[in-house]
């Protein structure tokens, strides 16, 4: 399927830069022409087809679904609905009090608020298209665990004494939230795709070409000596480097996938990837507002542990 | 007539507030655009997907960056 983009990266690299097949600079070359054509490509469709799903789920609607359920059930459900449910920082506030006002269990917001930014469509069309369709599942499914495992923690502790007091306060208005036409729905669509790309291709570009320096100039096995399976610090290193990348993920997933094919483990790299999505400084400032200092505490712990497991378990089994 | 732009001060929230202050412009209303970043407000009309349009206290539409036309259709209904 992915054929005619190696076709074309054989086109330019060889016919129209006239390279010669085996050197450093080729190899890298032909990479970064490869793939950032395929990784566009995916982007464009993908994100296109996923902001049609979501405009069927705006987070006032989501909310509907998640109330009066089983708990187990509900946990599930809000993991899932993360997923498609149109997701940015700045709406992380008003989602959470949304959700606490509901009567949503805090635990089961958490599990919300993991998943959402940690499985986005981004982050999965990047896998798809550079690792294949077998990583992006196991990020997906381990994702997805993860915020449920996590939330549920947090459902455990009983913190709502630490969200903070005026939460409970506001009283929430029924919008009656318009119903969108076809139309609509494309044109949200095409302006979601815009929105994102014109804010991720710089990063989606040099993560592609940093990675075809890799590529084409690092040592197979290199990563294998200092963070291969036999390095015990190798997964928590990884998530404390992948908290302040937060806002490159698009840019980070192409240098793992050069990193990965020089010998960093699976486990590690998955947890590497899921810290970078999953927890930034940006999201724990902007929840802080709605949050004491011992939920964000427990809620970064809880997380990075989670991850830590994830991390240890494939490489483990890998 | 009152349009309020409903939204905790993102560039996106920028955005819209812009784009509504060009729609009121070119169609020559009499309106007053107005910023509302508090949450407590924001949530009283009910909306948990920022930013959103308010027209005379109706939510028009939330959570993504109307355009100056979409808003001209807000403030035409």
């Not at chain 1, 890298?28 to 799903?53: C, G, Q």
């Amino acid at each position: 399927m992915f054929r005619v983009f190696t076709i074309l990266a054989d086109m330019i690299t060889y016919r129209l830069l006239g390279l010669e097949p085996g050197s450093h600079l080729t190899e890298s070359v032909h990479f970064f022409v490869e793939d950032s054509a395929k990784i566009f490509f995916l982007l464009v469709t993908i994100i296109f087809f996923v902001a049609l799903v979501r405009s069927f789920f705006p987070p006032e609607r989501t909310r509907k679904f998640l109330e009066n359920k089983n708990l187990f059930v509900a946990h599930v459900l809000a993991a899932l609905l993360g997923v498609v449910t149109p997701f940015c920082t700045c709406s992380a506030c008003p989602l959470f009090i949304g959700f606490v006002e509901a009567g949503i269990p805090l635990g089961v917001t958490f599990s919300f608020l993991i998943s959402s930014p940690m499985v986005n469509e981004v982050a999965l069309v990047l896998l798809f298209g550079l690792f294949g369709w077998y990583i992006a599942a196991i990020y997906l499914i381990t994702g997805l665990l993860v915020a449920i495992f996590a939330g549920m923690v947090i459902g455990w502790l009983n913190m709502e004494p630490y969200v903070a007091d005026y939460v409970w306060e506001i009283r929430m208005g029924q919008a009656e939230i318009p119903d969108m036409t076809w139309q609509e729905r494309l044109e949200y669509a095409k302006s979601y795709v815009k929105d994102i790309l014109s804010k991720i291709w710089p990063y989606v570009l040099g993560g592609i070409a940093i990675g075809a320096l890799v590529h084409g100039y690092v040592p197979q096995d290199f990563l294998l000596r200092y963070a291969g399976p036999d390095n015990p610090f190798a997964v928590p290193v990884a998530v404390i480097l992948g908290v302040p990348l937060y806002s490159n993920a698009a840019g980070v997933i192409p240098i793992v996938q050069a990193l990965m094919a020089k010998g960093l483990p699976l486990g590690t790299t998955l947890a590497f990837m899921m810290a970078v999505t999953a927890l930034s400084f940006p999201e724990m400032v902007i929840l802080s507002q709605v949050l004491k200092r011992e939920l964000i505490i427990t809620f970064v712990a809880i997380v990075s542990i989670s991850i830590i497991i994830v991390g240890y378990v494939f490489n483990f089994l890998v | 007539m009152k349009v309020e732009i409903l939204g905790p001060g993102c560039p996106r929230c920028e955005n819209l507030l812009e784009n509504a202050q060009k729609a009121v412009e070119e169609l020559g209303l009499d309106a007053e655009v107005v910023k509302v970043t508090e949450m407590g407000k924001i949530m009283a009309y009910g909306v948990m997907s920022p930013p959103a349009v308010v027209v005379d206290g109706k939510v028009k539409g939330t959570g993504r960056l109307f355009s100056v036309e979409e808003i001209k259709r807000f403030l035409k209904e």
